[in-house]
């Protein structure tokens, strides 16, 4: 088994698109999506439409909840709550009732995933070795997928031994080991670690291999789509720079 972890794809259609490509590119036979499928970008139903036909398995992030209505956007900053009332009415019925059949958690082989943390699927941004103690001690099994942050990252622990947080590049890799581990893959459509392409994850369940990825977009194209929709210009605007 060859899977493509994503994550984070918020509404983006171009990203996804180079993402899935070379994903098939690398022989992935399996996609793994942890949640916000929809959010800020302009093609909402493009991407619902995608990820239903390749994704494996699909967790619901909290902007796919806040667009079914199951959460409020009152903690959202002014900007995405703007994106995620548009895309709430941009939804067809049939993808906003998709949305809501989707959970924030499930297991996927001997994984865990969550799209925020394993000790709050929804809202938890794990970035400080901190939090990632707290959530490996919240989970049996190995190793955790985990999205939301928009950003790569490892967070590993062996034994009783402090957690080693891990910034990750284009092409780093890692062997699972018999560490534990949270594994995120950073955002296919909204990256914030100052690197504009596209972030994915590749992972080989049976052997315990995992690269991280990046893949150049049409990001033009992808900010045009979200001012030609009337979106807040700032949601185009920050995907040149990545954050």
């Not at 993402?19 to 619902?48: K, M, T």
């Not at 284009?170 to 990256?191: C, F, K, Y």
Request: proline share 5%; net charge negative.
């Amino acid at each position: 088994m060859h899977v493509a972890v994503i994550s984070d794809i918020h509404g983006n259609r171009h990203a996804l698109d180079a993402v899935l490509a070379d994903a098939d590119d690398r022989g992935c036979d399996e996609i793994w999506c942890l949640g916000d499928i929809v959010g800020y970008g302009a093609d909402p139903n493009g991407c619902c439409a995608t990820v239903r036909r390749f994704s494996t398995v699909t967790l619901a992030g909290n902007h796919d909840l806040v667009a079914t209505g199951a959460l409020s956007p009152e903690s959202f900053s002014p900007d995405a709550a703007t994106a995620a009332t548009w895309t709430r009415d941009a939804l067809t019925t049939e993808h906003r009732t998709w949305l809501a059949t989707l959970r924030p958690e499930g297991t996927a082989q001997s994984f865990l995933l969550a799209h925020g943390s394993p000790l709050h699927p929804v809202w938890e941004y794990v970035l400080s070795a901190e939090q990632a103690e707290r959530s490996l001690d919240a989970f049996e099994e190995q190793v955790a997928l985990i999205g939301h942050s928009h950003i790569p990252l490892s967070f590993s622990r062996d034994g009783t031994q402090p957690v080693v947080t891990e910034r990750r590049r284009d092409g780093d890799e890692a062997t699972i080991g018999a560490r534990r581990w949270l594994l995120n893959p950073g955002s296919v459509g909204q990256p914030r670690d100052e690197d504009p392409r596209a972030s994915w994850m590749e992972l080989h369940p049976y052997d315990g291999r995992v690269a991280w990825r990046r893949v150049r977009y049409d990001v033009d194209g992808a900010a045009k789509a979200i001012r030609d929709a009337g979106l807040p210009s700032s949601l185009a605007d920050r995907l040149a720079y990545g954050r």
